[in-house]
């Protein structure tokens, strides 16, 4: 894994920087506000990473992944409330089912590529927001969606701890793994597959595992974050704006390197937030769309590569 | 079945008009081209501006719509898809993104709710226990004019074949003469134009909303790609069967039609990629 | 180390074109064998069939005593049987190095992510296919054709092979590339590999070879010592009318 020094260091810090910001609050440096916002870019984060490790190296682009998210936190929300299952229950449970989701986008992938593959993980997103809209209403809630769902934390302090604590898990998880000699498989799959069989690896099973780790994450992510909110809205979750957040987190950060998307779905919850006060309505969006357009034609590598390449620099120099 | 029948025409036209701007800038530009759906969208609202709140003539209304999407075809050509050519992956993401943009400027505008969009041509014609409104009628027909002239143009004109040369193999075509960049430039002009009258037509046929392109889109896509990417006759057989199999599908469960559209798309694409007229896979 | 290859009534179409017509052959443990003939006689075809990358109309494969037809192409590479392909194909974005490690990589998933890289052997498999210490870093974007060749030869070395199917390795490589690979060849004949060597570079194959195999349009024409099937009728005729490509 070749794990150096300043690999531990980043990481101490960035854990350590993180679980303290609460404390700003107590300080009177960071209002209530601003922790919320955090835990909707931590939950974001561990979209993005899900997205990234199923994606960002593979070259098999999800246009779906609200699919995935969406079985996680369906999976969850019915459980819990229509049959009373535990929370401590529903969710390993939901986790599960995500990952049978996982396989069912696996199917596509091991006939077909690109342009196709990417079609038809949109076309599973709108067959699921379909049919949670027709098959049994009475579980789905139809339409409408659900609520009244069990939350887990109370306060905003709370919410955020529980959701950075996920967050950082998974992202150092996902990071150590990529590290490993599966990562580098995974960014051969993605550059030339048949030299990988011929290099004599199993393509199915890389993608199988790449998908799975990729659903447990969406499903993980899905499921808490339902248990944040406390509800569930179809529309809000199978739309194409949620598919482009993710995706656009995850470029704009730095496709395959899992903590771009961290500093990606950072980024873009917090410009959403800091254009508030100038643009209080829907041209926030716009404006949004339109940087995330730009930041990708101007360096398709994203935040992290623009990052590092600074780092090098100032490395060199010193 | 009469009923069927006729309902299935009107809506196989329809899909069939939005899949063949599709497949033009696929067999030409072989660009996935995602934004292709934002055409749909500034069709429909440019036409519910013009016509409804501005009271121009619902022709003229029409004609502006399909001005629009011409233009906004070209300057996506230009400014974008000509950068990141080459990367499919990027172009992919890069028109995702600028459907976003675009979506989101509508929501800005109009704002996020329905828009009722007045019949082109009011008036209802009941045959059989059907009802036809007018106004589908114009379009299924307005739609096979379009298709008709379409194949024609490039079969027989000098442009229309240049187009067919590039799209088969583009650096024969170089070589031989052809200016690619201007027949790029004209194929995304028609698209362009194609896919805001489509969106007209699919607006006042279904609703008018910030989302209404996503939908339409897959399906647009599917059909060229199982009918043949470049494939004029291919894709208006396959709008056909998937326009017919949603109707019957809808006579007997309306709320399982969404459904079905989108398992055939993913059962056809997943068993048969290389559709069902199709030349060559793409990537 | 070593185990024999061997061919029986292949046949490969291609809808109407035979491009492998009812070839045989065998090549045993530790012997090297040359496998000549104007282009498209159906060469890259055969090896492609070996490896299951293209299925054969009929005929069977023998690694051993095994029939290896029904597996893939990471099951045959288990079973100890590797190639290199014509036109390289390294990864472009990562480094040497790290092409290395996926030929160096076992067939599991768990095994990947449990025990790290072995740098010792990427490092030493660099060397012996003529790597500077310093390309271990370089992307293959920065290599020459003869350094494409050479990753070849390593991330083919790198899966173990018994028996080593080598297409066209000494294509576009400089004099002295030609001398590195040749003598990397002599050395693993003398540890025992088996290899079946496709060349259009007839004065660099013949010292790495026991014998040669020549084909012409996807048929076997002749057999034997190599300067008997070189001066065979038939090959030269094919040669002069594949258009001399040699
Ligand atoms: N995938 C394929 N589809 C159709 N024809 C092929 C394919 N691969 C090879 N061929 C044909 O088979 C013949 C043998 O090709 P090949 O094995 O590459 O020849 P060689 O390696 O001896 O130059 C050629 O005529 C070639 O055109
Ligand atoms: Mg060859």
Redesign the interface.
């Known amino acids: ?2 794990l150096r020094w300043y690999h531990f260091a980043a990481w101490g810090a960035l854990i350590a920087a993180m679980l303290l910001m609460p404390r700003l609050v107590d300080l009177g440096l960071m209002g209530r506000g601003t922790l919320r916002t955090m835990i909707q870019a931590c939950y974001l984060a561990m979209f993005a990473i899900s997205w990234d490790v199923l994606s960002g190296r593979t070259g098999y682009i999800s246009f779906g992944h609200p699919f995935l998210i969406g079985i996680g936190a369906y999976g969850t929300a019915i459980l819990s409330k229509k049959f009373g299952v535990p929370v401590e229950l529903s969710i390993p449970l939901a986790v599960l089912i995500t990952m049978i989701g996982g396989l069912v986008v696996l199917l596509p992938a091991l006939r077909i590529k690109g342009s196709y593959f990417a079609l038809v993980t949109l076309a599973f997103m709108e067959l699921m927001y379909q049919l949670v809209q027709v098959i049994r209403p009475d579980l789905t809630g139809g339409t409408r969606g659900l609520s009244g769902i069990k939350t887990l934390t109370r306060g905003a302090e709370n919410g955020y701890m529980l959701a950075v604590s996920l967050m950082l898990a998974v992202a150092l998880g996902c990071w150590l ?1 990529m590290r ?3 990562g ?2 995974l ?2 799959l993605g ?2 597959e ?9 393509t199915i ?2 993608k199988a ?1 790449a998908f799975l780790v990729s659903a447990f994450v969406a499903g993980l992510a899905g499921a808490f974050l339902v248990h944040y909110n406390g509800s569930l809205a179809p529309r809000a979750m199978f739309d194409i704006n949620s598919v482009f957040t993710i995706i656009v987190a995850a470029l704009i950060g730095g496709a395959g390197t899992i903590l771009g998307p961290v500093l990606g779905a950072f980024f873009l919850t917090f410009l959403l937030e800091w254009l508030r006060p100038f643009l209080p309505g829907a041209e926030r969006f716009l404006v949004y769309g339109a940087v995330a357009l730009v930041l990708y034609m101007y360096q398709p590598k994203g935040i992290y590569a623009i990052i590092e390449g600074g780092l090098k620099r100032l490395w060199g120099r010193a | 079945m009469l009923q069927i029948l006729i309902q299935g025409l009107l809506l196989s036209g329809l899909y069939a008009l939005i899949a063949m701007g599709f497949t033009l800038i696929f067999s030409v530009g072989r660009v996935l081209n995602l934004a292709y759906g934002a055409y749909l969208l500034i069709g429909g609202y440019a036409y519910f501006y013009f016509s409804q709140q501005l009271g121009l003539p619902k022709i003229a209304g029409v004609m502006l719509a399909g001005v629009l999407g011409c233009v906004l075809g070209l300057l996506k050509y230009q400014l974008l898809v000509k950068r990141v050519q080459g990367v499919h992956s990027a172009v992919e993401i890069a028109t995702l993104i600028l459907a976003v943009v675009l979506q989101s400027a509508v929501v800005l505008i109009f704002g996020d709710s329905s828009k009722i969009l007045l019949p082109i041509v009011p008036g209802v014609e009941r045959v059989a226990s059907a009802a036809i409104p007018y106004s589908n009628l114009v379009a299924t027909i307005i739609s096979w004019a379009i298709l008709i002239g379409l194949y024609f143009f490039v079969r027989l004109t000098h442009t229309g074949r240049a187009m067919q040369a590039v799209s088969m193999d583009a650096k024969g075509a170089a070589i031989s003469g052809i200016d690619a960049n201007r027949i790029n430039m004209i194929t995304w002009g028609i698209s362009g134009t194609l896919g805001a009258i489509g969106g007209v037509f699919f607006a006042s046929y279904t609703q008018l909303y910030p989302g209404m392109w996503v939908a339409p889109l897959i399906i647009a896509v599917a059909v060229v790609i199982v009918g043949g990417i470049g494939s004029i006759i291919g894709t208006l057989v396959v709008a056909h069967i998937v326009g017919f199999m949603e109707i019957i599908v809808s006579s007997w469960n309306p709320e399982l039609r969404g459904v079905f559209t989108m398992l055939l798309i993913i059962l056809v694409l997943v068993l048969r990629p290389r559709g069902l007229f199709g030349r060559e896979e793409i990537h | 180390m070593s185990a024999r290859l061997q061919v029986s009534n292949l046949v490969k179409r291609f809808g109407g074109l035979t491009a492998t017509n009812d070839m045989s052959f065998t090549v045993e443990p530790g012997e090297s064998v040359g496998l000549i003939g104007p282009n498209g006689a159906g060469k890259t075809t055969i090896f492609s069939q070996i ?1 299951g ?1 293209h299925r054969q109309t009929s005929g069977q494969i023998h690694m051993g005593e095994q029939e290896i037809s029904a597996l ?3 099951a045959r ?2 079973r100890g049987v ?2 290199t ?1 014509q036109v390289p ?6 480094t040497v190095a ?2 290395i ?3 160096l ?1 076992p ?1 599991s ?1 768990w095994q ?6 072995d740098r010792d052997r990427e490092r030493e498999l660099a060397l012996a296919v003529g790597f500077a210490e310093a390309d271990l870093d370089r992307t293959p974007a920065e290599l020459s054709m003869g350094d494409l060749r050479k990753l070849e030869m390593a ?1 083919t070395l ?2 173990d092979p018994k028996v080593m199917l080598l297409d066209e390795v000494f294509a576009g490589l400089t004099v002295g590339e030609i001398a590195t690979i040749s003598a990397l060849v002599q050395k693993l004949r003398d540890q025992g590999m088996t290899f079946l060597i496709v060349s259009h570079d007839l004065k660099a194959l013949e010292p790495l070879i026991d014998r040669a195999i020549a084909i012409d349009r996807g048929t076997k024409i002749a057999e034997g010592a190599y300067s008997e099937v070189i001066a065979d009728a038939g090959v030269r005729a094919s040669y002069l009318g594949g258009g001399g490509d040699a």
């Open positions: 894994m070749n793994l490993t000699r599966f580098t498989a960014w051969a550059q030339n048949e030299a990988v069989s011929g290099s004599g690896l199993s099973r890389l595992m | 490896m990358e893939s192409t990471p590479i288990r590797s190639r392909y194909r390294p990864f472009p974005e990562i790290e092409n490690r996926v030929g990589m067939d998933v990947m992510v449990t025990r790290g890289a991330r790198a899966t």
